[in-house]
């Protein structure tokens, strides 16, 4: 058996999108620009998947969704165009963001410091979320930007999108959040919450790889990244991709259709999961409540397994998962999030994500308990950073700050 739990870093392709999809290569190749039949003949898939998309997120009719080519894009987009509209030609100089965004907003705040912007990075609490009152208490009359992820990567914890809006609006600051993790996982309101701009991106909700969006609400104005031809309005040239946008509006749509029975049932996995891993292995630990949490994904913890170790022995037994953040799983680095939620440079290296999606069957998930549970038997019994921890008669167990079940 072969058992996929890194969803977190990109999903399969739906079977039904790749369908969706196909006619839109070698049948009805037209470019959307084209004034003749060829290119008119897109024109009817491509509003088909806009509004699936408006749908999805229910965005209003006065709100620009902008097709891009990934959300390190609209990422990018947002933070650089936000620089140049507001710092460069205006009079802002600060931007606010949090220590646990992805490489994409993280490497865009390096660059854009290099150039002279101020740049605040928020903490996050012993759950790994960004509280509210911390995004109030650093916004100055200087800040152009807060830019805080919807939900995190590696942890699954969902920020307070609602009350960091707020505080933004009242301090009349622009706001962006990353909702890439979010968007098809859990639901997703644009008229409830005040956002400024979303990023979104339609591999991690069983779309193609190579499609994102940026959601810009009230279509206000924010300076285009790519300039060129008149494309999407102008805001983002560079020729439609036809088959990938129509497959980020069929999966969107499917993810998003009875959303809340989707999210319980892959939570009644995950949950069997961490239950049974926390109830077998001693000195095991998640991060974050489960119900602030998509539903989809854990952060474990087991003391004296190193990540690296755990993950490669996973891969022998067919089973793909990630120490964190794919970007960052090549070194053997301690993982950030777990760092700055407060565990300690030991615990930090053990962090083991396990993310599932509504394909991950009943089979693959006692699979995933089993192997896991004979595999830390198997770690812990070579491992040195172990035995310096296990309790001494009568002694105290090393303090671990995470959450002990
Ligand atoms: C995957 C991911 C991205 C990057 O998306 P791409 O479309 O692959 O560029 C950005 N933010 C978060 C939170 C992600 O998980």
């Known amino acids: ?170 301090k009349g600051v622009l706001f962006h959040t990353d909702g890439v993790q979010a968007v098809g996982k859990i639901p997703v309101d644009m008229q409830s919450v005040h956002v400024d701009f979303m990023s979104m991106s339609a591999h991690k909700f069983h779309g193609p790889k190579g499609i994102g969006a940026l959601y810009i609400k009230d279509s206000q104005a924010l300076s285009p990244l790519l300039h060129g031809g008149e494309h999407m309005g102008g805001r983002r040239s560079g020729t439609l991709n036809v088959p990938f946008i129509v497959g980020m509006g069929e999966s969107l749509e499917i993810a998003t259709t009875n959303i809340e029975e989707k999210m319980a049932s892959i939570a009644a996995k995950r949950d069997k999961i961490e239950d049974a891993l926390l109830a077998a292995i001693p000195e095991t630990f998640t991060v974050g409540d489960r119900t602030n949490r998509t539903p989809n994904t854990i952060l474990i913890s087991i003391r004296g397994v190193e990540g690296e170790g755990m993950l490669w022995d996973l891969n022998n037994g067919q089973i793909g998962a990630s120490t964190g953040s794919a970007c960052a799983s090549e070194d053997l680095e301690a993982n950030t999030v777990m760092l700055a939620i407060g565990a300690d440079n030991e615990l930090a290296h053990t962090g083991i994500r396990l993310s599932l999606s509504r394909f991950t069957t009943d089979e693959e998930v006692d699979y995933v308990i089993n192997h896991f549970e004979d595999a830390v038997k198997r770690l812990r019994a070579i491992s040195s950073s172990f035995a310096k921890v296990q309790p001494t008669p009568g002694g105290e167990v090393q303090e671990c700050e995470l959450h002990h079940h």
């Open 1 to 170: 058996m072969q058992v996929y739990m890194d969803n977190n870093a990109t999903t399969m392709v739906d079977p039904k999108v790749v369908e969706a999809m196909k006619p839109y290569f070698s049948e009805l190749y037209g470019n959307p620009n084209s004034l003749h039949k060829f290119g008119t003949k897109t024109h009817p898939a491509i509003s088909k998947a806009i509004d699936q998309t408006y749908k999805a997120i229910n965005a209003s009719d006065n709100d620009d969704i902008i097709f891009t080519s990934c959300a390190t894009e609209s990422n990018n987009w947002v933070l650089q165009s936000v620089w140049i509209d507001h710092i460069v030609n205006g009079d802002k100089n600060h931007i606010v963001v949090s220590e646990v965004e992805h490489p994409s907003i993280l490497s865009t705040c390096k660059f854009l410091e290099d150039n002279g912007v101020k740049v605040t990075y928020l903490p996050v609490n012993e759950q790994g979320v960004v509280e509210a009152h911390t995004v109030r208490s650093f916004i100055t009359d200087k800040t152009a930007l807060v830019s805080i992820m919807w939900a995190n990567n590696e942890t699954g914890m969902i920020f307070p999108i609602k009350e960091i809006g707020e505080i933004c609006k009242e």
